[in-house]
Nanobody, 120 residues
Framework: QVHLVESGGGSVQAGGSLRLSCVAS????????MAWYRQVPGKRREMVAS??????NYGDSVKGRFTISRDNAKDAVYLQMNNLKPEDTAVYTC???????????????WGQGIQVTVSS
């Protein structure tokens, strides 16, 4: 079982910055990957950025503006969002792939989602 707690959302003017945080807690053997997704009503959910053992990955729309990072001491992931645009307005949701303790398969976990609003 993994519980993901997100923070850092809010409202900002275009060109501004926000930093999203996601901290995992619970009972699990290891978290293999963490990521941020976002979704706007009427559109499909898109991957914003992911952090995997192979390195970070970014959606095309945020490359060069967003940076994902992992905390070395705990199971946390951060998303630094710079030069925000109105098109970035969405509900951002933290994702984690983890193996629960005593279970030999991976499960996907999702946070509650936080609102990011960028005004022009």
């Amino acid at each position: 079982q993994v519980h993901l707690v997100e923070s850092g959302g809010g409202s900002v003017q275009a060109g501004g910055s926000l930093r999203l945080s996601c901290v995992a807690s619970g009972t699990y053997a290891a978290i293999t990957a963490m990521a941020w997704y976002r979704q706007v009503p009427g559109k499909r959910r898109e991957m914003v950025a992911s952090s995997t053992p192979g390195g970070p990955n970014y959606g095309d729309s945020v490359k060069g503006r967003f940076t994902i990072s992992r905390d070395n001491a705990k199971d946390a992931v951060y998303l630094q969002m710079n030069n925000l645009k109105p098109e970035d307005t969405a509900v951002y949701t933290c994702f984690a792939s983890a193996q629960p303790r005593g279970v030999f398969i991976e499960y996907d976990y999702w946070g509650q989602g936080i609102q990011v609003t960028v005004s022009s």
